[in-house]
């Protein structure tokens, strides 16, 4: 019925088109916050709409839209949180309307025996005031009341507002404004971050774009210039593009800010059985920090993984650990690396980029500047003295040695863990324990300075607070790892410019280019070492194809390539602009260099696209009179009637510094079979390190030989289904041999039912176990592991309700904690000190509990992280229940458009943490 009033309206007002003035043309960008868009008051022309993100469309699988009532259902839940341009044409009319010529009640009768039916009385439209043609508006405003019976009657409020769309006809906005100051961050558990602290007006068109809050900074085309960068300030970026025949493009773009964070990277291994959480550090090795939101990436085995539950990780920003879902079995082959951005609050640091991108023709330019500096005299968490300066001023670019004491004279308190200094052994000002009023007068800072490079250790005390011994070194070594001082962070300064290019000579071949200096400073304070404080690189690429049949350019194509690299030893980089995994290929990880880098590389093969490829590849890498390896590499895929078969193979020459022979080989064979992929994947590694130059293996030297079956459903199907079975076998060196030390088995089953888009269910299940065949060369122990997953979504009413289930049962380490008690305001606190019970003149932790009346409550219980944790069994039970009526009753009218104006979204979770196997899996036990 509907389509036959659509071809009706259409055809009547075929004589009205050449009347028209006004098009019926629409676009809008819109910032998706839920499930469904109310585009426009009048109805659309049903396929008239495209949708853009970027410059990419949208599959129309992804949308569903409501014509008549102009509403647009999102589907895919990866679309959520970004920005989308849709275009579309309008009827004159809103079909969800009552149309009439006169409406009854302006209808008056002249005369009471007389009906008038002609006599219209006007009613004047009201203005909307806070309308504005173009421009979406969302958010809240909200007022709260606070009180209670330990503070004074307080009113608060705050506004957060998002804006979207037109200000003008030439210019969009895009805006997220808020007066809060949270801070917490949003939480690592999801693919898709909603940014609370990210607070920015964004203005642009087609030509400009000018941005001024939180933001990214850019990462730039280049090669050398890797980062990902948060900062608050400005930045504009202008699209410039000539009017004649001889056309170019150049897009210069300019940010000044206050960097948010500093860098770092953490590479470490898996542990067997353990999901997680792994704690990452500063730079500084600073244990406890802080990370950006949204900055990190997890490689695993050189593989770039996905944030989310649903995913392979989440992560606490707060405490800055990563925990491992289900998804993703870790064990003690695991090869972790993280990079990510954390808070460091040691200094203000500010922040320049800028950049042009230059197209003309077959020729691409791109230049980049960027600086980031602390700014020395205005530190933030450390109050430097004169002294403090002068010490960093001394040290230059040594900045490991810019360590002070951390001894303050403060005088005997009750309250605190205090030292006295005395001489003992022959040592003089060694400090001590002490409760004793007249020489406990020494607070303490310790710092964990590694084994056997600190004079103290840490002891177990029923002290409120941590206590440290002194500990007698042994033929001059020092037999701890903590000493009372504290190392001075010094002001850096890191600087780099890189320009690069690239000539496209035909679709086949190109040649590219780039260039790149760098500029780091160590210690502004200090002017010493500044001769090694600028670099610079070079890179050179030539990559070609040539179709060896002529009359057949899609046949087979002749691959060659040439490329050079150097790197100069004072090159300093941002962030990893290799490949993650760059100093295992090369066996390198333990090297450290001080001459200038070569790198060379040449390649030929054969590649016909959706058939196979045949290539090899030789890399050689020299380190002036250091070191040097040569590298050759096999690749080869062959795609022929449901037959496919991935061989990636290198053989490793290296002598210098190191003496190794590294093999490594990687097969994939699949074949179709019906509606099944059958198939098998093996790897094998030997990296064979020599003592010298002789043939004597070093205990370095592994192998390892992996394979898997497996069994799965057809990359088509709409449900998805899989089983494996996989093994693998160690070797460690062992008198000059390489012999097995553990062998481990891993089954996993995984299903999904997606045919339902309302309804999907996705399962996983993991069992491991781990042999040990050498308890000599192994560290471990035999070990079973479970690993388990089941997540369930519905929508129901057109997702006017939303279900979403998820379970997950596995194993980790719980982070221990110390606590103590620190005294505050009467009545403010929660616990009451109960007096010396044992008369030993210390405050100790078993003489304090909760506080009966809250005048005697003036002490609170503090809990301090560790690097210590244990072994913990854990489920994870989560159950969502989200409401939006609006995406049923949106258009609708009385009662329904009252309720769709609300919406509910209930979360229920538990999660268990315990130290035995016994219904760990249950996560309602212990519950009621």
């Known amino acids: 019925m509907k389509n036959w009033i659509y071809i009706l309206f259409i055809v009547l007002l075929v004589n009205n088109l050449k009347g028209q003035g006004l098009s019926n043309y629409k676009t809008r960008n819109i910032l998706i916050s839920s499930d469904s868009i109310h585009l426009d008051s009048l109805a659309i022309i049903p396929k008239s709409e495209i949708i853009f993100e970027g410059e990419t469309q949208i599959n129309q699988s992804f949308y569903e839209m409501i014509y008549e009532k102009s509403v647009l259902i999102i589907k895919n839940e990866e679309l959520k949180n970004k920005k989308i341009r849709v275009s579309y044409r309008v009827l004159p009319l809103n079909f969800t ?312 004279l403060v005088g005997f308190s009750e309250n605190q863990v205090l030292y006295k200094m005395i001489d003992t052994l022959g040592y003089d000002s060694v400090f001590v324990y002490s409760t004793d009023p007249d020489s406990a007068i020494y607070q303490l800072g310790f710092s964990q300075v590694g084994n056997n490079n600190g004079n103290y250790i840490q002891i177990q005390s029923s002290a409120n607070g941590k206590v440290y011994q002194w500990v007698e070194p042994i033929a001059g070594i020092p037999q701890g790892n903590y000493e009372p001082v504290i190392l001075l962070i010094s002001p850096k300064q890191q600087q780099m410019v890189t320009l690069g290019g690239e000539y496209t000579f035909s679709k086949k071949s190109r040649l590219s280019w780039e260039g790149a200096v760098s500029n780091y400073d160590k210690n502004t304070f200090s002017s010493r070492n500044s001769s090694d404080n600028v670099g610079y690189a070079l890179k050179v690429l030539s990559e070609n194809k040539m179709s060896i049949n002529q009359e057949k350019p899609d046949d087979w194509n002749l691959v060659t390539g040439l490329g050079y690299e150097f790197v100069e030893k004072n090159f300093t980089f941002l962030g990893p602009f290799r490949n993650i995994e760059f100093q295992r290929d090369w066996n390198t990880s333990n090297l450290v260099f001080s001459s200038n880098q070569h790198i060379a590389m040449a390649k030929l093969g054969l590649e016909k696209e959706k058939k196979g490829a045949f290539i090899y590849q030789i890399d050689v890498l020299q380190n002036e009179g250091e070191h040097k390896g040569v590298k050759n590499n096999l690749l080869a895929n062959i795609n022929h009637r449901g037959f496919n078969a991935d061989i990636i193979g290198s053989y490793l020459f290296t002598e210098g510094l190191n003496n190794t022979r590294f093999f490594r080989n990687y097969v994939t064979l699949k074949q179709n079979v019906g509606w099944l992929v059958v198939g098998v994947h093996e790897e094998l590694e030997q990296n064979r390190f020599f003592i010298n130059q002789s043939d004597s293996l070093n205990a370095a030297s592994f192998q390892f030989f992996t394979w898997r079956g497996f069994v799965q459903n057809a990359d088509s199907s709409v449900n998805q289904y899989s089983l494996s079975y996989q093994q693998r076998t160690d070797n460690a060196a062992l008198i000059n041999k390489l012999v097995p030390t553990t062998k481990a088995e891993d089954i996993e089953a995984t299903y999904g039912w997606l045919q339902n888009k309302n309804h999907t269910l996705r399962t996983r299940f993991t069992y491991r176990k781990l042999n040990i065949v050498e308890p000599t060369l192994s560290t471990n122990k035999p070990d079973e592991n479970i690993l388990s997953r089941v997540e369930y979504v519905g929508r129901i009413l057109k997702s006017a309700i939303t279900l979403n289930t998820y379970y997950q049962v596995g194993s980790g380490l719980e982070v221990k904690k110390e606590f103590s008690y620190a005294e505050v305001q009467p009545g403010q606190g929660t616990y009451t000190y109960l007096g010396d019970l044992n008369g030993n003149g210390v405050n100790d932790l078993n003489e304090f509990e909760v506080a009966v009346y809250q005048d005697q409550a003036n002490f609170i219980k503090i809990f301090t992280p560790t690097n210590n944790y244990i072994r913990t069994y854990t489920n994870d039970f989560n159950q969502g229940l989200f409401l939006n009526p609006e995406t049923k009753w949106g258009t609708a009218t009385g009662f329904k458009k009252l309720v769709s104006r609300f919406a509910n979204r209930t979360n229920y979770r538990v999660g268990r943490k315990v130290l035995n196997k016994d219904d760990y899996y249950n996560p309602f036990v212990g519950i009621g």
């Open 97 to 408: 309307e009552t149309y009439q010529h006169k409406k009854i009640n302006q209808i008056e009768k002249s005369d009471s025996m007389i009906v008038n039916p002609f006599l219209f009385e006007y009613v004047p439209a009201t203005e909307d005031v806070f309308y504005t043609d173009g421009l979406n508006k969302s958010g809240s405003i909200s007022r709260g009341v606070t009180f209670g019976n330990n503070q004074d009657l307080a009113v608060n409020s705050n506004l957060n507002l998002q804006l979207s769309g037109k200000v003008t006809n030439d210019v969009n906005i895009l805006a997220s404004i808020s007066d809060d100051n949270i801070p917490i961050q949003a939480e690592g558990n999801t693919q898709q971050l909603q940014d609370f602290d990210k607070v920015f007006i964004e203005l642009f068109n087609d030509q400009w774009k000018l941005t001024a809050g939180d933001f990214y900074v850019q990462q730039p085309k280049s090669y050398f210039l890797k980062y990902n960068k948060k900062a608050k300030g400005g930045s504009f970026q202008v699209d410039l593009n000539s009017k004649n025949d001889d056309s170019f493009r150049i897009t210069p773009m300019v940010s000044a800010a206050i960097a948010k964070g500093k860098f770092a990277r953490n590479t470490f291994q898996g542990i067997e059985g353990n999901q997680g959480p792994y704690r990452l550090k500063g730079t500084e090795n600073e244990t406890f920090i802080i990370v950006l939101s949204g900055t990190e990436q997890v490689w695993v085995d050189g593989v770039l993984l996905k944030r989310g539950n649903e995913h392979d990780y989440v992560i606490d920003y707060n405490t800055a650990e990563i925990t491992f879902t289900a998804n993703f079995l870790i064990t003690k082959d695991k090869r972790i690396n993280v990079t990510f951005e954390y808070s460091d609050r040691n200094y203000s640091r500010t922040l320049y980029y800028s950049s042009t991108a230059f197209e003309k023709g077959k020729l691409k330019l791109d230049l980049n500047i960027y600086s980031e500096q602390d700014l020395k005299n205005q530190p933030l968490q450390q109050d430097l003295t004169d002294e403090q300066k002068r010490v960093l001023a001394e040290v230059g670019d040594s900045v490991e040695n810019a360590v002070v004491p951390n001894i303050n």
